[in-house]
């Protein structure tokens, strides 16, 4: 016998007899299923929703500038973004457009809310946890411009994960328990997206050019 399994006697039924039920005991084995084999970490939740795709309104936060941080957090940049449907629908008014705001937006919203959540369970129980995130930018500007734009929608998730639930994910970061790994920038991969500043229908207010202005987490890992 071990933790998951044993053996116990008994003559209650479905006991074997010859003549008389319950005159004699029969052994009993029985066995538990592993906790491992039934039971999911917080991580392997998390992973389920990975990619979380964390979009932006163009050249956002901050606009017209270099600067490669910002005191914005996504959370604001998400509010002042989804506050735009009605103007992005008056401009470019589709089901796509729609949809994006109401499911893609929000729903990667709601997501990251939901992931932040289970990290923070994750590193109360005593792990560490690391987190890899990645910028994209739609073409409409050079690619260094486009970089440092990355680097600030980066930095307004890293000043979500301050404020988050009072600052409690920042004391594990700040101990190092929680790391935030920034991979390098990520090119533009659709060939559908405008670079044309003048045709902002399509380099600004299309649906490919909204897929593009993004960061994600690819990937949540439990040190």
């Known amino acids: 016998y071990d933790e998951y399994s044993g053996y116990f006697s008994s003559n209650r039924s479905p006991s074997i007899y010859e003549d008389e039920e319950n005159c004699c005991n029969d052994v009993f ?11 999911l970490t917080f991580i392997d939740t998390i992973k389920k929703h990975l990619p979380i795709k964390l979009y932006f309104h163009n050249d956002e936060p901050d606009p017209r500038t270099l600067e490669i941080s910002t005191d914005k957090t996504y959370k604001e ?3 002042s973004y989804y506050i735009l449907k009605n103007k992005y629908l008056k401009i470019n008014p589709s089901k796509q457009i729609e949809d994006f705001f109401e499911k893609t937006l929000k729903g990667n919203y709601n997501k ?12 109360e129980k005593g792990n560490m946890v690391e987190l890899h995130i990645k910028g994209f930018a739609s073409p409409l500007y050079k690619k260094q411009y486009n970089t440092n734009l990355s680097k600030r929608r980066i930095s307004s998730f890293m000043n979500l994960i301050n404020s988050f639930e009072n600052g409690q994910l920042k004391s594990y970061w700040d101990i190092g328990k929680l790391k935030i790994v920034e991979l390098p920038f990520g ?37």
């Open 29 to 39: 084995s029985f066995k538990y299923p592993k906790k491992d084999s039934i039971i």
């Open 77 to 79: 940049s998400y509010l």
């Open 112 to 123: 990251l809310n939901l992931t932040l959540n289970y990290v923070l369970e994750t590193l």
């Open 187 to 223: 090119e533009n991969q659709s060939q559908h997206v405008s670079d044309n500043p003048e045709d902002r229908k399509k380099s600004v207010y299309s649906k490919d050019a909204m897929l593009e202005r993004k960061i994600e987490i690819v990937e949540i890992i439990e040190l």
